[in-house]
């Protein structure tokens, strides 16, 4: 995995949250090129119903400051992990309001004709 494969990830990831922040689940399609998990109704109802349990508002942006307690240092860290030689995986711990949610977004991404594939694999909570 090289560097300009990360920032195609990360890039790829604050799409993803400027999409869930503004609550415009049916645009997540847009934002990868394959959906693993498709049915944007259903991860509306499912990430939103974290959201409301929780007395959460909105997801974050990405690079938003978190408020921790107790306080301790995050730094939006994107989780990387090679799979294969073809393929890589990307988690980001969501939050709102600068607290940790409890869920973490999972995307995949795979080498094909030169490029690399962008695929949103899931919304899974932690």
């Known amino acids: 995995m090289t560097e300009q494969d990360k920032k195609i990830a990360i890039q790829t990831i604050k799409d993803i949250l400027h999409v869930l922040h503004e609550k415009r689940y049916e645009d997540l399609p847009s934002c990868v ?66 607290e940790l949610v409890d869920l973490c977004l999972q995307l995949r991404f795979l080498y094909s004709e030169g490029k690399v594939k962008r695929i949103f694999h899931m919304i899974d909570p932690m």
Not at 44 to 68: I, S
Request: with cysteine; hydrophobic share 25%; aromatic share 16%.
């Open 33 to 98: 090129d394959e959906m693993d998990w498709d049915d944007t109704e259903e991860i509306r109802e499912c990430v939103q119903g974290t959201l409301d349990m929780n007395g959460f508002d909105a997801f974050d942006e990405y690079d938003v400051p978190c408020n921790f307690h107790p306080q301790y240092e995050y730094h939006h860290e994107v989780e990387f992990y090679e799979k294969s030689p073809e393929s890589f995986e990307a988690n980001y711990e969501l939050t709102s309001g600068g």
